[in-house]
């Protein structure tokens, strides 16, 4: 497979803005144009290339890439990372070979989180032998000890971390750095680089009366505690303080312990709270109360015990500088009893294994200083990535510096300049035109199955059940295959205008002053002007489409169909394949006589494939394409109409039986409708 | 530009029946904007010839290549390797390009692809109209811009004829009488006087009647062989 | 009478009656597609006497029949006048002018000049058509042969100049409408003396058409003959209003002969309505006869021509 060999369009050099908006730049549009091509494997192998973490990333990451997603102009965008889960929790590469370890040098990583993670895989992949010291007796860091279960299960960090071990990776737990072994141990110890990604251990506390109290607690202890044991101490109602992801993962870890109420007060008005909609609607859902721009005054107490919370109304959280500075209003004192109180007001850094070690500079708020291309501290061989120098950070940024680390570690011991290409920085895709929104076609978002509200407080068992073949393959067929559509190659093209005038989307241009065709951004991928283009000028940029020409020729080089007659090649369009759920069977009952080539939309196929059928062996070609009213693209139908009317012509010339050449606009490419009509064909065959 | 049509495959088949080594050849300018000679045509009739070749049981190659004028000889000779490795080359260009070819290539046979049949242009998309005629003797400036020559049945000098019928030409219901619109043009640009005056009949020398045809141009030509 | 009406150009009789102001009658003669002569004679003894002059069509829709040079010999022999038709499809200025030299020499003096139906109505549509020159362009070529004595190369004839009364046709019903008029000035100012127009049904509109020709002074410088047509059925009118280019058969016409045909009376009702039209155009100022084109049916003419009360034809 070849998926680095995009075309890029030199003219603008731009990049779908799903994978420009990812941190680690994962390919996603052209995993999501595999898995709508039902080419699984090879788009988990792709996602793999990119991402250590994918089981994990599908299901957490905050994915920036959704919110960029073009497809948030026509409806919703495409659910990027729950596609990516269904790859992650469907499929796996056997590893054959263990990379060899081309270089002598080791390199040391601290932590296992995912900025470690990501670290240790990338050098493995680069030839390098890695030894990641852990304090803890498992991986995953803040994914393990914060992320609650119901969210991330733990066998989807275990799938990923043994693959990164299965690299040659190895994991030393319970090995503390600063204590158990330091940066001269390390050195000693022959480790050439050392790159450290501790992430955000502590959990920050409040300045305020009554903190001290019995039942006041820490947001990541608590979970960590519950993550691990399933357990907490917690009593009959609970308080959070915090409004952010954290507060919410702890609001809805409580919930599940049973007890009477859970609250959260935030500082933040619902508008302003630093987490996602979703994040907040969920907890709400399940039964969370919310107090809003209610900031914490002290914490109230009996017999050592707290009891509640006195709070004050919240003039505002951010200064005029937009720095968080909350001011209250004086005497709107009132009062939120509970009888534990978790603190939920983000995390500091523990930097104690620093000490004696004077050249890594550390900023005001405890982050690591590092240079921001190479992640080098100042102490040279040392590197740092991940929450402790972010800050506050999301696992894949975290992954993300990780990998740059680990290319500059590279760099730095091979003193070479190696590239990755993906991290330049390519403009997105444009928006798409207003006028041209009209004319793409809606289509609704699929829905993820969800575990009932009444069942899921029962349990830490995953809320979100994950995508059927069906719905990943439906899901991402909505992609609009940003930026690798149709492209034009100025040397070939004549200007005569035909994909200017045909186009379905009127995409394509001619500029003032030009001399060839421009096909921007919104190309839909139609393929029709590829297909009509005289001067065979126009072609994909992304050589994942084959217009179906790789599709055929492996279904006539199958050995298995030596002496079958009469064989079929049915060219239909994938579009129409996944309405019903019964795409295997209709495989497997057609599978003698009939070959299958899908193709996404018709549109894209040339009539001199439908010739080439024969050409190559076939007895019979059978085009199902679907009606304008399911048409994704709208309206093919008029083309493949008169193509397939064309390619007749021309094949009665030739002296051919018209039953050879069959072509039928159905609703669906997987019902009875089309066992029918190919039962019928491998008849009427049978008696020419 | 130059307007070609398709051949009827059957008459290609008959003219290449003898030979085995065949190559389709495209031209990658007037003919390919009119869709029956550029490389989306040479691969449409490679794979007929094929795939005609495979029903009857006969073995055949065909090759699959375009440049950009057949009308040049630098750039037929670009592809010279090809085409004389063939038998015979079917050239879907312009009849002047199937002629450099043959003139190039002698030992090679040339076969023509399309009929080569008017200048003209498209109206709309895959509609094609005659524009011009090539008589050497150009009238547009008398005529509105429309030429009675080339879009005038009959090639009126002093148009309309009687058979001008709601602005249709009386040959056919399809066609515009080019009189008529002359004769609204006019009007729009308040020079229908210029209809009053009798056009003496038209002087021919330079026209198709008197080929073949020849253009010199004494401050261009250099003593260097390009053929 | 202006000056051209007076000043003999060719001694027909055609013109000599128009010259002297009386009302002209004309009647078409179709050769055969074939080499008989008696044909011809046959015709011309059934139209003799019930016309001035007869028209003797070139190739009419550009179907093969003998030519009308030949031919109007043949009737000339039979003792009746011809007027000889040419037009641009066949041949080019060459072939015309040697044509017509050679038809003035044998005493061939009414000339008709027209562009001619296009080839493709013919039965030899695969045919190329000349269009050398237009009809206008003919009409201005064979005065100046006349007139000049020279050709239309400019060259000078070398011996005595072919002297034709000559005519021009003109469809009042064709489009733009408002052009007709100044294109019948276009063709007289090229040297038409006579003028046959398209067969007429829309009274209304000839008169319209008529209206414009007077008000430009075109009546008092050329003859203009309109032309009638006895229709056979309602299938013939039908065959008029659709396929013959420039033909305007209003609804009125066409339902009178729907009815007449049911009632197997087509015929009848045909010269009916033939003697209408002549009665009205006789009455339209610059009418100077009329032309009758019985296709095919020449029998019908001399009925016609005695119920019109133009019978019998005057002699000067
Ligand atoms: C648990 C967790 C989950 C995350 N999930 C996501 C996620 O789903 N999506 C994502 O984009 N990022 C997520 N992140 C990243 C996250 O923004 C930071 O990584 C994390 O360190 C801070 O968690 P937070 O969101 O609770 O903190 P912050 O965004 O720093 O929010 C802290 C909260 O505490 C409140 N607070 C702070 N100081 C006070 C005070 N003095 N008095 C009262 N209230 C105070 C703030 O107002 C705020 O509501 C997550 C991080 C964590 C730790
Ligand atoms: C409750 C919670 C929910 C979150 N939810 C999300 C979310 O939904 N989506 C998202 O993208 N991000 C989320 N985050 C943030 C995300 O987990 C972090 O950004 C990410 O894990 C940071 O990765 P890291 O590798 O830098 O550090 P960490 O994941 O914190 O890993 C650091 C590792 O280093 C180890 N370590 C620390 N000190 C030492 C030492 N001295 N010696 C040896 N080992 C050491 C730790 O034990 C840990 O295993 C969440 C965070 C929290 C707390
Ligand atoms: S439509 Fe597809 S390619 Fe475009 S931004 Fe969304 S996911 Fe990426
Ligand atoms: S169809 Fe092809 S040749 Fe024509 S303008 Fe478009 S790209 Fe250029
Ligand atoms: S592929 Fe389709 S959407 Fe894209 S430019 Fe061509 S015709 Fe338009
Ligand atoms: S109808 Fe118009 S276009 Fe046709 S022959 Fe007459 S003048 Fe020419």
Known sequence: MNTTGTKSDKKTDEEAPCIVACPIRQDARDYIQLIARRRFQEAYQLVRSRNPLPSACGRICTHPCETKCRRNSTETPIAIAWLKRFLGDNFSEEISKIPIEKYPERIAIIGAGPAGLAAANDLALLGYSCTIFESNSTPGGMLRMGVPTYRLPRMAIDNDVEFIKKLGVEIKYNTTFGTDITFDSLKKEGFSAIFIGVGLLESRTLNIEGVQLDGVIRGVPFLHEVNTTGRAHIGKNVLVIGGGAVAMDCARTALRLKPDKVSVASLESRKEMPTTDFEIEEAVHEGVILHNSVGPKRILGKDGRATGLETLKVKYVFDEQKRFNPAFYDGSESVIDADTIILAIGQASDLSFLKGQERIQVTRSGTLVVNPTTFSTALHGVYAGGDIVLGRGTMTEGMAQGKKAALAIHNALRNTTLKDEKWNNKTAVSDIAPSRIALIKKEQKQEMPTMSSEKRLDNFDEVELGFSINAAVKEAQRCMNCGAGAFVDDNLCVGCLTCVRICPFEVPEIKKGDTTAYINGDCQSCGLCVVECPARAISFKTPLEDQGKDTLQAALQDTFIQGVKPLIINFYCQYGAYNEDKIDTINNLLFFHVRRVGVLGLGKVDPSLYLKAFELGAHGVLVTACKDDTCHFCKEQEWIERRTKFTAQLLSGLGMDARRFKTHFISSQNGKEILDIAFNMIEELRNI | MIVAASKPFQEIKQMLSEFRKICVLGCGSCVTICHTGGEKQVAELAAQLRLSAKLEGRQIEVKEDSTLRQCEWEFIDNIREVIEDCDAVLSIACGVGVQYMAEKFPKIRIFPGVNTTFMGGPTEQGIFWERCAGCGNCILATTGGLCPVSRCAKSLMNGPCGGSQNGRCEVSQETPCVWNQIYDQLDTQQLLKTMETIVPPKDWTTGAENHPRKMVLEHLVVKKQIN | ?316
Request: aromatic share 6%; proline share 4%.
């Open chain 3, 1 to 316: 009478m202006i000056e051209n009406r007076s000043d003999i150009k060719s001694g027909s009789n055609l013109e000599k009656l128009l010259r002297s102001g009386k009302f002209a009658v004309t009647a078409e003669l179709g050769p055969p597609r074939g080499a008989d002569r008696s044909a011809i004679e046959k015709k011309a003894k059934i139209l003799k006497g019930y016309g001035d002059a007869f028209n003797i069509t070139d190739c009419q829709t550009a179907v093969v029949r003998m030519s009308s040079i030949a031919s109007g010999r043949i009737v000339l022999d039979a003792g009746v006048e011809p007027i000889i038709q040419m037009t641009c499809r066949d041949r080019n200025r060459i072939a015309i002018q040697s044509d017509l030299l050679g038809a003035a020499a044998l005493g061939l003096k009414n000339l008709l000049c027209l562009t001619g139906d296009h080839q493709k109505f013919g039965d030899h549509p695969m045919a190329k058509g000349v269009f050398d020159i237009d009809s206008v362009q003919l009409i201005q070529m064979v005065k100046t042969l006349r007139d000049e004595k020279r050709f239309q190369s400019g060259q000078e004839l070398k011996a005595s100049e072919p002297k034709f009364f000559i005519g021009a046709a003109e469809n009042p019903f064709a489009d733009p409408f408002k052009f007709r008029a100044v294109r019948l000035a276009k063709k007289i100012a090229a040297g038409a003396d006579f003028i046959q127009t398209q067969i007429i049904y829309n009274i209304k509109k000839f008169h319209e058409w008529m209206n414009m020709v007077a008000d430009m002074g075109l009546h008092e410088k050329v003859f203009i003959l309109a032309g009638v047509a006895p229709l056979k059925s309602a299938g013939m009118a039908k065959h008029m209003k659709h396929n013959v280019p420039g033909m305007d058969v209003p609804d009125e016409v066409m339902s009178r002969m729907t009815a007449a045909s049911a009632a197997k009376k087509g015929k009848e009702e045909g010269i009916k309505i033939c003697l209408e039209v002549i009665e009205q155009v006789r009455e339209i100022r610059g009418v100077a006869g009329v032309h009758v084109m019985a296709v095919e049916w020449e029998e019908a003419v001399p009925e016609i021509i005695q119920q019109a009360r133009l019978f019998p034809r005057p002699t000067v």
